[in-house]
């Protein structure tokens, strides 16, 4: 079983920074990708970052270049950097794992993570 605790959302204005992170019971050995997805009100929940267990990552198209994914292995804890927020950043950002292979990009399906941390919410103000 793999546990995971986010934290770091808040309330920000239009262009400034948050930094998320979540906090894993258990890490590299068993998590082959993770991930940040988001669910704004009303909309579909959807993955803004990955990054496979060698540290490589991707970005959907609409946080690439201000959104940064890491992981701190000896902390067993995942990031997201965000920077140049906007409004529609506004959402309940979500940290997930997988424990199954295959390909760590973007467009990996949801249902391959087994497992989910509660949220932290994210408002960004204009």
């Known amino acids: 079983q793999v546990q995971l605790v986010e934290s770091g959302g808040g309330s920000v204005q239009a262009g400034g920074s948050l930094r998320l992170s979540c906090a894993a019971s258990?890490?590299?050995?068993?998590?082959?990708?993770m991930a940040w997805f988001r669910q704004g009100s009303g909309k579909e929940r959807e993955a803004v970052a990955t990054?496979?267990?060698?540290?490589?990552?991707s970005y959907s198209e609409s946080v690439k270049g201000r959104f940064t994914i890491s992981q701190d292995n000896a902390k067993n804890t995942l990031n997201l950097q965000m920077n140049s927020l906007k409004p529609d950043d506004t959402a309940m950002y979500y940290c997930?794992?997988?424990?199954?292979?295959?390909?760590?990009?973007?467009?990996?399906?949801?249902?391959?993570?087994?497992?989910w941390g509660q949220g932290t919410q994210v408002t960004v103000s204009s």
């Open positions: 990054i496979y267990r060698d540290g490589s990552t």
């Open positions: 258990q890490y590299t050995s068993i998590n082959y990708c």
């Open positions: 997930a794992s997988s424990t199954y292979p295959g390909t760590c990009s973007i467009s990996r399906p949801r249902h391959l993570y087994g497992y």
